[in-house]
């Protein structure tokens, strides 16, 4: 395991009684939520429960998976004492059966062992060079990573693991923080996967879109292409990168305290291997891997896996024609590639586990039931928008989200004569928040481990922006409804 540089100001001190007086209030909540669930058909309030323990202890910790365990067994609790531990273990044997996790086992190790191969061949650093003779600014470097990841559409791990990979070795020469770069590829993920209507989400999206009987059968697509203008989140949250890189919005709170270590030179972050080749680096040796990646995932209709697999397979016959090294040593390479995703891939494990208690607490249906009596057609997309983001941001659950949401906002805003595209967009809007903010969200975790820092820097650092954006959705929303 890696290990965790942090500096001392980073970290919350927690005492014993601290711990004792939360853990007191966390047991007797869990027993209040359990007697109300097994006297009542729901848990009412109690429902947010476990997601406010995950907060609260990840808050607290400046930790990331053991909140999410913590969190994930107290709903367990609430929903069944006598047997909490055994349906813990069968949710999680369902999860790893599920054909989500295991593809994102594969698709995330995989590209584990991608980014190991490219950083042994010490391409990364070709590409670090080449970019380096054009770019000399802080601003500079933060508007290439910028329009990099609005380039790799396709899938937002690839985009996230892609465009870090590429860009951190020259963030750091111009002494851009870790966070900061973090913050610019988690904007350019999941908000440009939903603007360019060739992505994965817009697949999903279009299929509910259809299942939901507003478009016929094959043409959800189109359906989906007329939404565009009204995604607000995704395109307030892109837009306000380059705001930050020219200084228009400042840095302030933990980003500015991250910036100002980078530019001291103070910076600390997960430690790395250095580049493993003693020839001299290739920029062909990062272009052409990464080409394959892009392409094959296209070409297999936005098949991250197999993307993933024939840019090993190419990374592979390139260093060994090379003579960069030998075959077991490259392997050993994707070996160590695979370990280093092993706790971003714990850390999503068990947000899944958790979205499965939170489905039994009826968390989701509770908000939105007791949201709806106050909604008008006025008020419908903006209020839609907060609920469901907070939702997303607490849960972890964006695609759950919208499966739930989609059969319950579409009737209503029929209901309620509401524009319906201004409605959609409210609810694409608040999945692209969750994704973006959501400090256990697979992409937050994923843009940290790309970036070399944990998922809570990340997730606090940016934690200012993804609200200034949100705030921004929620008043454009209003004003336009």
Request: net charge negative; aromatic share 10%; proline share 5%.
């Amino acid at each position: 395991m890696e290990k965790i540089l942090t500096p001392k100001t980073d970290r919350l001190p927690i005492g014993w009684l601290k711990l004792a007086v939360f853990g007191g209030a966390l047991l007797l909540l869990t027993l209040l939520g359990a007697k109300t669930g097994a006297s009542d058909t729901g848990f009412g309030w109690f429902a947010l429960l476990p997601t406010l323990v995950v907060l609260g202890l990840a808050l607290l910790t400046h930790r990331t998976l053991e909140p999410l365990l913590a969190g994930t067994l107290v709903g367990f609790v609430m929903v069944a004492p006598d047997h909490a531990l055994q349906n813990f273990v069968a949710s999680s044997l369902e999860v790893m059966k599920g054909p989500i996790m295991g593809w994102l086992i594969l698709v995330c190790g995989l590209l584990g062992s991608l980014i190991a191969l490219l950083q042994f061949s010490g391409s990364t650093l070709a590409f670090s060079d080449a970019l380096g003779r054009y770019i000399k600014h802080r601003s500079h470097a933060l508007m290439a990573s910028w329009l990099l990841g609005i380039a790799i559409f396709i899938d937002d791990y690839l985009n996230a693991l892609t465009v870090s990979t590429a860009m951190r070795k020259l963030s750091d020469q111009l002494k851009v923080s870790r966070e900061m770069l973090a913050y610019v590829v988690d904007s350019t993920s999941a908000p440009v996967c939903l603007i360019v209507p060739f992505s994965t989400w817009v697949i999903y999206l279009a299929g509910l879109i259809e299942a939901n009987g507003l478009a016929a059968e094959g043409t959800g697509f189109n359906y989906y292409l007329g939404l565009l203008p009204y995604l607000i989140y995704p395109w307030v949250a892109l837009l306000l990168v380059p705001a930050v890189a020219y200084g228009l919005v400042p840095t302030f709170g933990a980003m500015k305290q991250a910036e100002t270590r980078a530019s001291n030179g103070t910076a600390t972050h997960l430690r790395e291997d250095n580049d493993g080749t003693r020839q001299p680096p290739q920029l062909i040796n990062f272009i052409l891997p990464v080409l394959t990646l892009l392409l094959a995932t296209w070409y297999f209709d936005i098949d991250a896996l197999m993307g993933v697999g024939c840019a090993l397979v190419v990374s592979l016959v390139l260093y060994r024609v090379q003579g960069l090294a030998s075959l077991p040593r490259l392997f050993d390479e994707i070996i160590h590639g695979v370990g280093t995703m092993l706790l971003p891939l714990g850390i999503v494990f068990a947000a899944f586990v958790l979205q499965t208690v939170n489905e039994q607490l009826g968390l989701a249906p509770y908000l939105i039931d007791t949201i709806t009596p106050y909604m008008n057609a006025q008020w419908l997309p903006a209020l839609s928008f907060l609920v469901l983001a907070a939702l997303t941001f607490a849960t972890g659950s964006f695609w759950g989200v919208y499966a739930i949401a989609f059969p319950i906002m579409v009737p209503l805003a029929q209901a309620l004569n509401a524009d319906m595209a201004l409605t959609l967009g409210a609810l694409i809007s608040a999945g692209a928040f969750g994704s973006h903010a959501c400090f256990f969200g697979d992409s937050t975790v994923i843009s940290a481990k790309g970036c070399g820092i944990t998922p809570m820097q990340h997730a606090l650092t940016q934690l200012p922006y993804t609200l200034i954006a949100a705030a921004i959705t929620t008043l454009l929303l209003w004003l336009l409804a």
